[in-house]
């Protein structure tokens, strides 16, 4: 089982930003990738991919404050996050798999996504 770990999550004040990291084996690293959260009562939600063919992708709320990259060297996918609300306060996670399309037609689904991280918590206080 392949193993992925995110880190960089923490309690940050509105405005405030974040830089997550997702730790991913190199076996790994020529998929898609993807960034997901889920807030507290809510259904989990696509907030960025990437990948080899479309580049970045964003889902609405994430455009223009979140920026998703990919280190093939360190065998990491980060997500920097700026400009951060209270409603940006959720569990986040990183995926990924051989199935899994980053694509700019359709919001970001997590079907295809075989691996994922264990998560972690980002607060963001009024």
């Known amino acids: 089982q392949l193993e992925l770990v995110e880190s960089g999550g923490g309690l940050v004040q509105a405005g405030g930003s974040l830089r997550l990291s997702c730790a991913a084996p190199?076996?790994?690293?020529?998929?898609?990738f993807g960034w997901f959260r889920r807030a507290p009562g809510k259904e989990r939600e696509g907030v960025s991919c990437?990948?080899?063919?479309?580049?970045?992708y964003y889902s609405d709320f994430a455009k223009g404050r979140f920026t998703i990259s990919r280190d093939k060297a360190k065998n990491t996918v980060d997500l920097q996050m700026n400009n951060l609300m209270p409603d940006d306060t959720a569990v986040y996670y990183c995926?990924?798999?051989?199935?899994?399309?980053?694509?700019?037609?359709?919001?970001?689904?997590?079907?295809?996504?075989?691996?994922w991280g264990k998560g972690t918590q980002v607060t963001v206080s009024s």
């Open positions: 995926a990924t798999g051989p199935r899994f399309t980053c694509s700019t037609a359709v919001p970001i689904s997590d079907f295809g996504t075989d691996y």
């Open positions: 190199s076996a790994t690293m020529r998929y898609s």
């Open positions: 990437i990948s080899d063919h479309v580049g970045a």
